[in-house]
Each structure stands twice: as structure tokens, then as C-alpha cells.
């Protein structure tokens, strides 16, 4: 581990190894959240398909409404009405009003809407309360969208908004690049899964579910989760069967002892080594490489260092293998107080952050240590403190990796 990597260039070399998204498939819309647009959605209507009604009232000539108030109102012949979903076969004639609910078509014949409060309806005839002007209370054909526009640009990340305007306009069965599949294997001869009685020496392997969740979140197909012993055949092995996925990530196991296997394992299911060793703490032994298949990670066995890790070189490759930016979670944060550099390491600082006029304001979670899980409980984002010999200093802006939507206000 002579030279380590700065984070950024450990980062850039992973995405140099994805050439492009992965190939597209049409999807549901009913199945489409959280997946990525592969091309731009153009619209093939208007939204509004057609002129109507703001307001429950009266679809009316403005014309015929001209000096009225409530003193003097306009007195009209009701002459049927538009419903949403049932427009009025009738055109609207010289003095007459057509009873028109929010939504409905506009009649023909008509330029405006008197919304119902300003009315009032009596046997054979609407007394009119106001002076409407041409245009009043009418939605426009295309005001939201019209036909030939993009909506969304490829690479969208399809969350609720987004679904909704792909149902607005009809695209029922958008092109999207396949979720990555993912392999998941936590080395280690001490793991207990959560549900075994505990014995001396024992962990329990928490591996398991941080890394699927981190992975299920952006956007991946965990395929497998398998827990191997600290044996260079068993992890041989296991190496093989995580190489037939895109992604395959390894945690622990991956460090200068007698009993790490995982390199020799990626090495022996025909993996070639891209970098060991990042300058960053927590996850310094970090491994990557690239096999037939897809991208290979080995990743540290702390349970900190493993999510720090898979947050800041996993997820942005996840991300770019579905054609979205790899950079989907980056957002600048300012510190709101001194932050020791080291000296030669990059730190991933876990942060909770709160929303003020000046932006994200980030606070360090606590104790910083790569075994105490507990202290991702709080963090809303992993700041980079670049390696430095000066502080970073409070008020200064750092990039931060999103963890979740921050819900503190200042
Ligand atoms: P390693 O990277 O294999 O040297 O492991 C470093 C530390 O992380 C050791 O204390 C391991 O017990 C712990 N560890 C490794 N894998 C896991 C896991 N899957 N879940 C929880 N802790 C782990
Ligand atoms: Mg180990």
C-alpha cells in the first residue's frame, strides 16, 4: 500500500471504469421509482389537453357580464352544463351562462369564468355579481406543457414528481438502463448473523444489511448477501460466484494480515487491480478492480469504514451504471466549526446538517471511530475534509456525500 490514493482520484478511477450506463429496458411506470430516465421524455400532448375551467361557477361571455356588481348584477339564462369528464355539447349563445365545474372543458362560445361564489342561481336564470374579463379563471390547452416539449432530460432519477408528469403525458413504459446487479460478501470467521446466540469473539455481521440497504437506496439489484470464513478457498469461491454480478463488493478481509484473503480471491476469479490503498480515514484499506463482468470492491471490515466507503466509491459508480451522475448526492455544505486536517489522509466526517440562509450547515456527529456504528445514527451527510496541515476553518465550504433529506431548520 505504498502510494494511497487521494479520494478524489480513487473516486475518478472507479469511474473510469464505467464506460456507460448499462443497457436500457422498458419498465412500468407502476415499477419506474427510483429508476433513471436511458432518453429525454418529449410529450406528445398538451397539458391541458384543452381550455378549462380554474373554478366551479359559470363559463360565460365576458361581453355579457360588462358593468356588473353586486348592486346591478348581469342577469344570464342557464343553457346546460360542463363537467369534468362530460364537456357541454351546446355552444354558448349571447346571454347565457353554462354551469361549469373546476377542470371541465370550456364551451364553445365562452371566454370566461364567474366563479360560483360571485353568482347566485335562481328559477331559470344566474345573477351574475361581477365583471369578469375575457380570459378570467380559464386554464390554458398546453399551459403546463405543451406538445413537443421535454420534460425530463435522460439521466432523471424518477422519484414522485416524476412520475406524475410521466403519467400526465401517457408514457406509460419509459426506457430506463437495468438496475446493476450487486453481490455482497462480509468475510470473516468472527460474524455471527443477528439471530445467533453470541459467543466469545463473536460480531455480529451488521455488514450484511448496511451495505444491501446502501445499495437498494441507489438504485441497485442486490442479488446475493453471503457471509464467507477467513479461508483462501472459501473466499476463492465466493470471489468467483460475486464476479457474475455487475458489482461485486467485499467487506473485511482485505488488509495486510495472515488472515485476508480478498485480494488473492479477486485476483484468482481473473480480477485486475485498479488501486489499494486510499488516503482516507476511515477506510485507508480500500481495494478496487475491475473483472470481466463489471467492478470489483474490496472494502474494510469496520462497520464505519465499510459504509464510508461503499458512500463515497460504490454508490457514485451505482449511479452512473443507471446513466444518472455520479455526483447525484454530492452537495456543498459549510462547516460550523474547526475541523483538524490530517496531514496525509483525506477524513470522511459524519455530520448532521441543518438548513440555514448560508446553506447546509454541517456539525460533526462525535466520536469519529471506524467500529462505533451508532455514530452514523445521526449523520445526514459524510463531509470531505481534504488532507492538509491548516484547520478547515468554520464558515468554509467542504463537499459533503448526502446520506438522506435533512429535516433540522436553523
Ligand atoms: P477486517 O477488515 O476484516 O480486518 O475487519 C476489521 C474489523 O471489522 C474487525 O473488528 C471485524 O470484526 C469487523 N468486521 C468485519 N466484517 C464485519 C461485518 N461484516 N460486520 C461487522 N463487523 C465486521
Ligand atoms: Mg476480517
Not at 18 to 39: F, H, I, K, Q, Y
Not at 197 to 215: D, F, I, K, Q
Not at 262 to 268: D, Q, R
Amino acid at each position: 500500500m505504498a502510494d494511497l490514493l487521494p479520494v478524489a482520484d480513487a473516486r475518478a478511477a472507479v469511474l473510469a471504469e464505467v464506460t456507460g450506463p448499462l443497457p436500457s429496458e422498458s419498465v412500468s411506470l407502476d415499477e419506474a421509482m427510483g429508476r433513471v430516465l436511458a432518453a429525454d421524455a418529449v410529450s406528445s400532448e398538451d397539458v391541458p389537453g384543452w381550455d378549462n375551467s380554474a373554478m366551479d361557477g359559470y363559463a360565460v361571455r365576458a361581453a355579457d357580464t360588462a358593468g356588473a356588481s353586486a348592486e346591478t348584477p348581469a342577469t344570464l339564462r342557464p343553457a346546460g352544463e360542463s363537467r369534468a369528464g362530460a364537456p357541454a355539447q351546446a355552444t354558448l349563445g349571447a346571454g347565457e351562462a353554462i354551469g361549469i365545474s373546476t377542470g371541465a372543458v370550456m364551451p364553445d362560445g365562452a371566454d370566461a369564468v364567474v366563479r360560483v361564489e360571485d353568482t347566485t342561481a335562481a328559477a331559470g336564470e344566474v345573477s351574475i355579481g361581477v365583471e369578469a374579463a375575457p380570459g378570467r379563471d380559464i386554464r390554458r390547452a398546453g399551459e403546463d406543457i405543451r406538445s413537443g416539449d421535454t420534460v425530463l432530460s435522460a439521466g432523471s432519477v424518477l422519484g414522485s414528481a416524476e412520475l406524475g408528469v410521466l403519467a400526465s403525458i401517457g408514457l406509460t413504459e419509459p426506457e430506463c438502463p437495468r438496475r446493476p446487479t450487486v453481490a455482497i460478501v462480509s468475510t470473516g470467521d468472527e460474524l455471527l448473523a443477528p439471530s445467533e446466540p453470541m459467543r466469545p469473539g463473536g460480531v455480529r455481521n451488521s455488514n450484511a444489511y448496511t451495505l444491501p440497504a446502501l445499495a437498494t437506496l441507489a438504485g441497485a439489484e442486490v442479488v446475493t448477501v453471503e457471509r464467507c470464513p477467513d479461508d483462501p478457498e472459501a473466499t476463492r469461491e465466493a470471489a468467483a460466484r460475486a464476479s457474475e454480478a455487475d458489482v461485486a463488493v467485499f467487506c473485511g478481509g482485505v488488509s495486510v494480515g495472515e488472515h485476508d484473503h480478498v485480494k488473492e480471491a479477486f485476483a484468482a476469479a481473473g480480477a485486475e487491480e485498479k488501486f489499494w490503498g486510499v488516503a482516507l480515514r476511515p477506510g485507508k484499506p480500500t481495494w478496487f478492480g475491475t473483472h470481466e463482468r463489471g467492478l470489483a470492491f474490496g472494502l474494510p471490515g469496520n462497520p464505519v469504514s465499510a459504509m464510508v466507503t461503499f458512500i463515497l466509491f460504490v454508490r457514485p459508480a451505482l449511479r452512473a451504471l443507471q446513466g444518472a451522475s455520479p455526483d447525484l448526492d454530492s452537495v456543498e455544505v459549510v462547516l460550523d466549526a474547526d475541523v483538524a486536517r490530517m496531514e496525509r489522509r483525506d477524513q470522511a466526517v459524519r455530520c448532521g446538517l441543518i438548513a440555514t440562509a448560508r446553506g447546509w450547515l454541517a456539525t460533526p456527529t462525535g466520536p469519529q471511530g471506524s467500529h462505533v456504528l451508532t455514530s452514523m445514527l445521526g449523520a445526514d451527510a459524510l463531509t470531505v475534509i481534504e488532507a492538509g496541515t491548516e484547520p478547515a476553518r468554520a464558515g468554509s465550504t467542504v463537499t459533503a456525500e448526502l446520506l438522506r433529506v435533512p429535516s433540522g431548520i436553523e
